[in-house]
């Protein structure tokens, strides 16, 4: 950012203006997101996160009109997260539960992260009727991505036929529960457990008969 | 209950009394944890919940001394109804997989239901450490027994090998989650959502080699 020494064009210095608001602005998203996660949206409040960010309260007003509108735009960074990660693997090459087993693993490192956390736990109910309207659609159309994922997996023969909702609902609730009562100070990694997780959910909590099940597959989900 | 008329025996009243408070006490615990999970802990007032019973909030005060006991004594219905019905199974014959199965079955039933809900929607966040200290106890029992019975399970070769509180875990969040997006008015009943998030859960995302498994247990998971 050699920029913002150079005054020899205010363009630059503009565009420097820019990214420090931004940079700004996603401190300021970031520390709310940590904030609510610890104590709740209710409990949260712009007082303490101006404090927290060691700036005034005016400030974040700069950025921001509202506690709410501060939730509104965590909630779309987190859901944007969950989106980027199904993208990936709409447009990658291998089998739909190879590809699914990717956004598990994606998904487990979002929702322990601070937006997903927020995304997951706050949720949408605090949000104005209009903004939970249009937090709803993008969520729904992440949903959707997901299930047309399983719906390949279940297509190619990798994923036992199901209802996609359903499996979209029970991988996202096992791994959403996960993050509920891990403490990075624990005995297991957030890896070891979402490892873990993800393989009972491949191969069920009833045993199998590895012999009967072929190694490529076998393979794939023990990944 | 004709004893609210029978005045020879003062005795009788007595006991009509008390069984009278115990009832009304239930009404104003299950009426709470409806209005809790409508509207959140916060953003639930004394004075709605003694609107939506027809009574004065001192009234209120009369069986409970705050919002926050209130929620307490709901949270322990829930994780009362979890310890019967994992207790049940404990005492009751079969595999442990069949006994967990009917676990999830009832757990299913007791998270729809309103103290269940709470319990997991709502949960412990809003209690003094003193409260929450004790329902984490409770908590913790029952998880306990859960992850012995999943224990029973793995040695009598029902359940997968796998670490018994990420089994439990898996299957808590999983039928969880479901709640968050069940409305009684969709197009599948709860039943028919649980049955096939259980058969999920017990077969495993990845197809089996069904000619391989054994009719006996394949019986059992398909409950």
Not at 57 to 66: A, C, E, G, V
Not at 160 to 184: E, Q, V
């Amino acid at each position: 950012m050699e920029a913002v020494v150079d005054r020899r064009s205010p363009w630059k210095a503009l565009r420097y203006r820019k990214f420090e608001a931004a940079t700004k602005r996603d401190a300021v998203l970031r520390e709310a997101a940590r904030t609510f996660n610890e104590k709740g949206f209710h409990s949260s409040s712009l007082d303490e996160l101006a404090e927290r960010l060691h700036v005034t309260k005016p400030t974040l007003y700069y950025y921001f009109r509202s506690k709410e509108e501060i939730l509104y735009e965590c909630l779309l960074r987190g859901l944007g997260e969950l989106e980027e990660a199904v993208d990936a693997a709409l447009i990658a090459s291998g089998s739909g539960l190879e590809r699914f087993v990717e956004v598990m693993h994606g998904y487990a490192g979002i929702v322990l992260g601070d937006f997903g956390y927020t995304t997951v736990h706050i949720g949408q109910d605090p949000l104005s009727p209009q903004r939970r309207a249009q937090a709803r659609r993008v969520e729904r159309r992440v949903a959707h991505k997901l299930q047309s994922l399983i719906a390949a997996g279940i297509d190619d023969g990798s994923i036992a036929p199901c209802d996609p909702k359903i499996m979209a609902s029970t991988f996202a609730g096992a791994l959403n529960w996960i993050t509920r009562w891990y403490r990075p100070d624990g005995a297991m990694s957030a890896d070891d457990i979402t490892g873990q997780c993800v393989n009972l959910l491949l191969a069920g909590f009833a045993p199998r008969n590895e012999a009967s099940f072929p190694a490529g597959r076998r393979k794939s989900r023990v990944k």
